[in-house]
């Protein structure tokens, strides 16, 4: 019934699910309580009332596993990276062992030089728990990178629902409009990251804006 299920948010996606999915999905499921947040430190919090508009926090340098797809659609592209780390977090790694689920998971993307469409190339990047950082299992997928990203300083905003190009175009011109005219960021890089499974239809995802060096 579980694979039913994503095998259904798949076609959502306009992707097929394999059936050797249904092991990952299985453990993923079982453990889905226990999710390690990537840490950071929060610099500073701008909102009106009670409710914070937007947030600037800092991140230190980690490792993390990464993969790039650029298929036709961006919701395609950050499935088919997942189920390739969902695979490598579940088994197929050198350890040959579960090794806990991080939140969130960054897809970094690109604007186009008219900035009215997302490149196709996508990465996606999935924070090694802090037992790995010093030692990350080797994955067995050729596709999936194990990089060192540097300390990383962002302005982060939160929404809700489905990420497709459509609302992620509509999030980054929103988050201009609120922060004004700057310098202070970068205007072709963004990262979309992914709090729940695509599965929950109203999941937490934030944009973030990169500081300049």
């Known amino acids: 019934r579980l ?10 996606h306009r992707v097929n699910l394999p059936r050797d999915m249904a092991g990952p999905i299985a453990q993923m499921a079982r453990h889905s309580q226990a999710r390690e947040p990537v840490p950071y430190v929060s610099l500073s919090q701008h909102g009106k009332c009670e409710e914070a508009a937007y947030e600037e926090r800092r991140y230190p340098a980690g490792k993390w596993a990464c993969v790039t797809m650029g298929e036709p659609m961006y919701e395609q592209s950050i499935s ?3 189920m390739k780390l969902m695979r490598y977090i579940c088994k197929e790694n050198s350890v040959g062992c579960y ?4 939140v969130p998971v960054l897809n970094e993307i690109h604007l186009t030089k ?3 469409e997302l490149e196709r190339d996508v990465l996606t990047a999935y924070y090694l728990p802090g037992e790995f950082q010093q030692n990350p299992p080797v994955p067995m997928d050729p596709e999936i990178h194990i990089i060192e990203r ?6 982060t905003r939160v929404f809700y629902g489905m990420t497709t190009e459509e609302t992620i175009l509509r999030e980054i011109s929103l988050f201009w409009e609120l922060l004004g005219s700057t310098d202070m960021v970068l205007r072709e890089t963004y990262i979309v990251a992914s709090y729940e499974n695509p599965s929950i239809p109203q999941r937490r995802n934030e944009i973030w804006f990169i500081c300049q060096a």
């Open 99 to 102: 090794l806990g689920m991080t």
């Open 3 to 12: 694979f039913a299920h994503w095998e259904a948010v798949a076609s959502t």
């Open 80 to 82: 088919m990276s997942f």
């Open 150 to 155: 540097a300390p990383l300083r962002v302005i």
């Open 114 to 116: 008219e900035g009215t």
